[in-house]
Structures are given as C-alpha cells and as structure tokens.
C-alpha cells in the first residue's frame, strides 16, 4: 500500500473505501475498496477533499482480489454458465439453461481448505432454470499470492468443479399394482400424481398399466412396457414387507440389477431402485413407496431429476447423499 496524490491516482486500486457525506441527503461509499480509479473519478475525489490517496502497490508474485476471483470463477464454470463482472473479488455464476446442477463436492472442499478465498454453490443434484443462481466466489483479502491461486487450480481436478447436465426425453411406462384397485373397488389416485409429476420434464407416457398382486402379471407388465421402447418404468403399489406386497420381488424377477431396496429418506424409506440392462441400454425401474401419493416432497422428487438427466445413481449415493 502506498500514497499517491490524487491527480496522479488514475489506473491505481484503492485500499480502502471512499465515503461521501451530503448534508440531509446522504452518506456512504462512492467508492468501493478495489476500485480501479478513472479519470473521471478525479473530480468527483477531489470534490470531497481526497486530495491523497492510498492504493495498491504492485508485488511481483501477488495477484489483485478481481483477477484471483476470476480464477475461481473459471475453475468453476461448465457449459450453460454466465459469470457476472468481478467485483471487490467477487464473482457469480448463473445458469444459462435448465437443467441438472452436478457439484464436484470434493475438489470444492479441498479449494475452499486453502483459506484466503471461498467458493459458495447450491446444493448439487438438483434441477436449476436458466437465471438461477449458482455459486458465488470470493477473494477474502484485497491482495493474494499467486502461488496460492496457482495451488487453487492444481487441486481443482483439470475439470469445471459445477456442470450442468441437460434434462433428456424419456418414453415413460406407468405399473399400478394392487388388487383392490385392479378389481375396480378403489379407484387408482397414486397414477394422478405421478403424471403431474412427470409433466415438469420431457416424459412420453407409453400408457399405465393396472395388475393385480401377482408377481409374474407384475414383472410381465414391466417387460412388456420394456419391450414397447420404455426407457423409465415406475411401479406404484406393493412396496412394503407384508407377505402380499410382491413389487419388489417382481421387479427383481426382471432380471434388472437392484442397487438398493430402502433409502435413508422421510418420506421414502421404502424406495427401490433397479437398472435393466438391454442392448447396450440402461433402463431405470422405480419401485415408489406410498408417501409419494401423499406427501408433497419425497424421495421420488430428488432422484426423479437425475432420472431424466441420465445420472445414475449409485447405492453409496443414496446412503451417504440424501442421509
């Protein structure tokens, strides 16, 4: 930090914040610490007395906080992102298009362990819009070593620490089980919701099918929706472990690879979740526990995002993520 006389200051970063004091009408800074100081900034300084200044005095091997921040920015930004102009060190990233946000949770925790700076993000795996927000980066004091922000780009990974994967169209089918409701005595109110559901995202309903509780009509029933090009089928009823609740069975009589029956989830506990593996093609089947009739937010609405994106989702995931 040094001082400067004013008239001399243009194309210098102030250290600090200017004020101005208008008698009843108002008072706070007119410029910020960080500012670059133009020549029209001149005038208005010396209009309040700032005769002197005291700005930045350039280090070799130090960086200023706007040119560190736009380093964070960019080992942040994927495709379908705008950052805003750097600002007292601060950068923010907005999405440019819907889709699914993916974080790099452990390549952004051991750049935020660096300490002087800080990345802040949504939570990932979760659908955005384009406009929302989705981090925001920040540079803590006026002036960094370079070597820290080269440190910063080495445990970023090589790759964009925020992506955001975009929502596919999906020919959906629909299994409803339930003997009750097969033989008519209840009308089916679980299909309603899934439908509403679905219609947020790019979903070609190939039909809904009603079985009883048999489980060779209940795996029948989703091969054949297979076999129509299905490439999501969802199964509503049956989920629990009575003796008569056989979806569970039935989806495993598929043949599809089950990566867990149980989520640590409420609602949802009872949530099955299966691949089908056909021809080179991975087909989701969902096994959607009751609370998804009832509940306004279950677990069927933080997977059914990444279901539509093409994310799979792993056992570990839904153990240690949505715990």
């Given at each position: 930090?040094?001082?400067?006389?004013?008239?001399?200051?243009v194309g210098h970063v102030l250290c600090h914040d200017v004020?101005?004091?208008?008698?009843?009408?108002?008072?706070?800074?007119?410029?910020?610490?960080?500012?670059?100081?133009?020549?029209?900034?001149?005038?208005?300084?010396?209009?309040?007395?700032?005769?002197?200044?005291?700005?930045?005095?350039?280090?070799?091997?130090?960086?200023?906080?706007?040119?560190?921040?736009?380093?964070?920015?960019?080992?942040?930004?994927?495709?379908?992102?705008?950052?805003?102009?750097?600002?007292?060190?601060?950068?923010?990233?907005?999405?440019?298009?819907?889709?699914l946000l993916k974080v790099d949770r452990k390549h952004l925790?051991?750049?935020?362990?660096?300490?002087?700076?800080?990345?802040?993000?949504?939570?990932?795996?979760?659908?955005?819009?384009?406009?929302?927000?989705?981090?925001?980066?920040?540079?803590?004091?006026?002036?960094?070593?370079?070597?820290?922000?080269?440190?910063?780009?080495?445990?970023?990974?090589?790759?964009?620490?925020?992506?955001?994967?975009?929502?596919?169209?999906?020919?959906?089918?629909?299994?409803?089980?339930?003997?009750?409701?097969?033989?008519?005595?209840?009308?089916?109110?679980?299909?309603?919701?899934?439908?509403?559901?679905?219609?947020?995202?790019?979903?070609?309903?190939?039909?809904?099918?009603?079985?009883?509780?048999?489980?060779?009509?209940?795996?029948?029933?989703?091969?054949?929706?297979?076999?129509?090009?299905?490439?999501?089928?969802?199964?509503?009823?049956?989920?629990?472990?009575?003796?008569d609740d056989c979806t569970p069975g039935a989806i495993r009589?598929?043949?599809?690879?089950?990566?867990?029956?149980?989520?640590?989830?409420?609602?949802?506990?009872?949530?099955?979740?299966?691949?089908?593996?056909?021809?080179?093609?991975?087909?989701?089947?969902?096994?959607?526990?009751?609370?998804?009739?009832?509940?306004?937010?279950?677990?069927?609405?933080?997977?059914?995002?990444?279901?539509?994106?093409?994310?799979?989702?792993?056992?570990?995931?839904?153990?240690?993520?949505?715990?």
């Amino acid at each position: 930090m040094k001082k400067i006389e004013t008239i001399h200051a243009v194309g210098h970063v102030l250290c600090h914040d200017v004020t101005q004091i208008i008698k009843d009408q108002s008072k706070g800074p007119i410029f910020r610490k960080g500012h670059v100081v133009t020549a029209e900034d001149i005038p208005v300084l010396l209009s309040i007395g700032k005769e002197h200044l005291f700005v930045w005095e350039q280090e070799e091997g130090m960086l200023h906080e706007n040119e560190a921040a736009k380093i964070l920015c960019d080992i942040c930004k994927g495709d379908g992102m705008k950052e805003s102009e750097a600002k007292e060190g601060k950068i923010e990233l907005t999405a440019a298009k819907d889709g699914l946000l993916k974080v790099d949770r452990k390549h952004l925790m051991a750049v935020n362990s660096l300490g002087e700076l800080m990345i802040a993000v949504r939570h990932g795996d979760l659908p955005v819009k384009a406009g929302d927000k989705l981090a925001g980066t920040r540079i803590i004091p006026l002036v960094i070593q370079e070597e820290k922000m080269q440190r910063v780009r080495e445990v970023a990974g090589g790759k964009p620490l925020l992506t955001i994967l975009p929502f596919q169209k999906k020919k959906v089918g629909i299994v409803t089980t339930g003997n009750e409701v097969f033989s008519g005595r209840i009308q089916d109110t679980f299909g309603p919701v899934i439908l509403e559901k679905l219609s947020e995202y790019r979903a070609e309903i190939l039909g809904q099918t009603i079985t009883d509780d048999d489980k060779g009509h209940i795996t029948s029933a989703i091969l054949e929706f297979i076999h129509k090009g299905a490439e999501l089928v969802f199964c509503t009823g049956g989920m629990s472990v009575d003796p008569d609740d056989c979806t569970p069975g039935a989806i495993r009589d598929t043949g599809a690879r089950v990566i867990s029956y149980g989520a640590p989830v409420l609602p949802g506990a009872m949530l099955l979740l299966s691949y089908y593996e056909e021809e080179g093609k991975t087909i989701p089947i969902v096994g959607l526990p009751g609370c998804v009739m009832y509940a306004k937010r279950t677990v069927f609405d933080l997977i059914l995002p990444r279901l539509f994106a093409d994310d799979e989702i792993s056992g570990e995931e839904l153990a240690e993520k949505y715990n």
